[in-house]
């Protein structure tokens, strides 16, 4: 099983919907949720992190954390073509280093005219 | 932007010659990266510096070699390359792992290398 798990999509949404991206983990001891976007052939850019159970919104962009399934999810309300692209899942397990986060494949997002 | 800079941007080589790539950043930050990203993999560790004169093994180490000399500068050598190697190279920074909350990383803008 791999320690983190995104459905690679493609993901399809039209312009004005809200956008579901979900990330799955492994390690119950998981903290630190980061996600990144990737436009195609650019570095990923950070968009938001949680630590905490529950919401945090920024502007169009809610990440929600859920400890007890596992998982962390990235809604975009009111999506825009400018937000087609690949969204990166990235946490740091317990097991691992302080210092390092293990990061999902990737979600593809295309957001439909 | 954070500032950190790749070099070069793009390579192209032949099996078992060496290879080095360059991150500079101007930052001081403590925390440097090296990760590879390849269709279906997604980004994965290869070596990360704590410190100068600092480092440590990834997830995919073997085959590559790192060295951080100077707080800004970290280099990844690949001291005979493999078609394998053949990737996405990103460097990233952090400014600190001990502050409350772990704090995110920062990734340059790539080097793509092609080893024939």
């Known amino acids: 099983q791999k320690e983190v798990e995104q459905n690679s999509g493609p993901l399809s949404v039209p312009e004005g919907a809200i956008a579901s991206l979900n990330c799955t983990y492994s390690?119950?001891?998981?903290?630190?949720f980061f996600w990144y976007r990737q436009y195609s052939g650019k570095s990923p850019e950070l968009i938001m992190f949680i630590y905490s159970n529950g919401d945090k919104e920024d502007g169009r962009f809610t990440a929600q954390l859920n400890k007890a399934s596992q998982y962390v999810s990235l809604l975009i309300r009111d999506s825009q073509p400018s937000d087609s692209a690949t969204y990166l899942c990235a946490l740091r397990i317990s097991s691992g280093s302080a210092r390092q986060l293990t990061f999902g494949s990737g979600t593809q997002l295309t957001v439909l005219p | 932007d954070a500032g950190i800079t790749q070099s070069p941007r793009h390579k192209v080589t032949e099996t078992g010659t060496p290879v080095t790539l360059r991150c500079h950043q101007t930052?001081?930050?403590?925390?440097m990266y090296w990760y590879r990203q390849d269709p279906g993999h997604g980004l994965r560790l290869i070596h990360y510096s704590y410190g100068v004169k600092d480092t440590d093994k990834g997830e995919v180490s073997d085959g590559y070699s790192v060295s951080r000399s100077k707080t800004e500068d970290f280099l990844l050598t690949l001291e005979s390359a493999t078609s394998s190697q053949t990737s996405v190279y990103f460097c990233?920074?952090?400014?600190?792992?001990?502050?409350?909350?772990?704090?995110?990383?920062?990734f340059g803008d790539g080097t793509r290398l092609s080893i024939l």
């Open positions: 930052e001081n930050h403590r925390y």
């Open positions: 390690d119950r001891g998981s903290q630190s």
């Open positions: 990233a920074i952090s400014e600190s792992a001990l502050k409350k909350g772990n704090q995110p990383q920062h």
